[in-house]
T-cell receptor, first 109, second 115 residues
Framework: KQEVTQIPAALSVPEGENLVLNCSFT??????LQWFRQDPGKGLTSLLL?????REQTSGRLNASLDKSSGRSTLYIAASQPGDSATYLC????????FGQGTELSVKP | ETGVTQTPRHLVMGMTNKKSLKCEQH?????MYWYKQSAKKPLELMFV???????ENNSVPSRFSPECPNSSHLFLHLHTLQPEDSALYLC??????????????FGPGTRLTVL
């Protein structure tokens, strides 16, 4: 049974800092790994999708990497801004999406 | 806006009430999903519909009854719920149901409180 874990559960950083969010999964037989953003009381917004054959994906200040052999993915956020404050969720897809519990990010002005 | 809408956004109901959650997608997708998000727990997949047929039911109690009348609409009928069913209920849609490139698009959710 796939288990997805995200560390840390919460993170607070000053504006402008570069940061890394971590995601690990137990079963490497996945189709893809996805990162989502969730604002308080809202739904999820897809940020990046890395297919199993890929190593990384980039969108603006976001870069996500995938290492299937070690069961890890990271989301790198460059030059963080207060507007980046949200909960970030990773999810592995192997037929269905299995989510981690999320990392709650707070970027202080 | 993701192209997936949910109504109502907030719902308070008693344990003896019957209510329904509605989801509509305007993306031309063929698959729709219901998820439950409880406090401090990961999102849990409840139901998956592909081309209006239920393809997955993750051992959800019978007090939750889904309905998919067409590929654009998905309902979750609720009856005799328990306080522990209070959660954010999220609907999602995707082009297919499980291909490697199928990104799911989520609605804003319905915040349900059961008294």
């Amino acid at each position: 049974k796939q288990e997805v874990t995200q560390i840390p559960a919460a993170l607070s950083v000053p504006e402008g800092e570069n940061l890394v969010l971590n995601c690990s999964f137990t079963d490497s037989a996945i189709y893809n790994l996805q990162w989502f953003r969730q604002d308080p009381g809202k739904g999820l917004t897809s940020l990046l999708l890395i297919q199993s054959s890929q190593r990384e994906q980039t969108s603006g200040r976001l870069n996500a990497s995938l290492d299937k052999s070690s069961g890890r993915s990271t989301l790198y956020i460059a030059a963080s801004q207060p507007g980046d404050s949200a909960t970030y969720l990773c999810a592995s897809q192997g037929g269905k999406l299995i989510f981690g519990q999320g990392t709650e990010l707070s970027v202080k002005p | 806006e993701t192209g997936v809408t949910q109504t109502p956004r907030h719902l308070v109901m008693g344990m003896t009430n019957k209510k329904s959650l509605k989801c509509e997608q305007h993306l031309g997708h063929n698959a729709m999903y219901w998820y439950k998000q409880s406090a401090k727990k990961p999102l849990e997949l409840m139901f998956v519909y592909s081309l209006e047929e239920r393809v997955e039911n993750n051992s959800v109690p019978s007090r939750f009854s889904p309905e998919c009348p067409n590929s654009s609409h998905l309902f979750l009928h609720l009856h005799t719920l328990q306080p522990e069913d209070s959660a954010l209920y999220l609907c999602a849609s995707s082009q297919g149901a499980g291909a490697s490139t199928d990104t799911q698009y989520f609605g804003p959710g319905t915040r349900l409180t059961v008294l």
